[in-house]
């Protein structure tokens, strides 16, 4: 399959090089007095500075997809997995893990990131959200 973001620095390149050969070509007729010409080369230069552009944004928007495509991938592997937390402590714990995990981050982005106690006894804060649990148990 073929990597299109991978391959849009290189389309934006000859995009470039294609409307510096026609500056050059522009340049290298000038001393002529054929302005049809001249004209005809300035739109298509106006042209490629226009797809460059359509370039740029296509690939700003298949990065965004791509970005979107992970997270749904990342969400779908959640919901698929056998490892379903349970609530204890006013966190998730999973088992086989020792560790207490944020509620809010789980639910909402489906992102596993640990609390870490505070210096405050029974209190736990995620790094991520910054969410605080409270804990009667430590």
């Known amino acids: 399959m073929i990597d299109f973001i991978a391959n849009i620095p290189n389309i934006l390149v000859s995009a470039q090089k294609s409307v510096d050969l026609i500056s050059s070509i522009k340049n290298l007729i000038g001393t002529t007095d054929n302005i049809e010409l001249q004209n005809q ?3 298509l230069a106006n042209l490629l500075i226009d797809q460059k552009t359509n370039v740029a944004e296509m690939k700003e ?3 965004q997809k791509n970005n979107e495509i992970t997270s749904l991938k990342k969400e779908i592997d959640c919901l698929l997995k056998k490892d379903e937390p349970e609530f204890k402590f006013n966190a ?3 088992k086989n ?3 207490r995990y944020c509620t809010r ?3 909402a982005d489906y992102k596993k990131i640990r609390v870490i106690r505070t210096e405050k006894a029974c209190i ?3 790094q991520n959200c910054k969410n605080e649990h409270h804990s ?3």
């Open 41 to 43: 080369l300035a739109d």
């Open 61 to 63: 928007q298949l990065l």
């Open 92 to 94: 998730y714990v999973f």
């Open 97 to 99: 893990d020792t560790g």
């Open 105 to 107: 981050c789980y639910d």
């Open 124 to 126: 736990y804060r995620c």
């Open 136 to 138: 009667m148990l430590s």
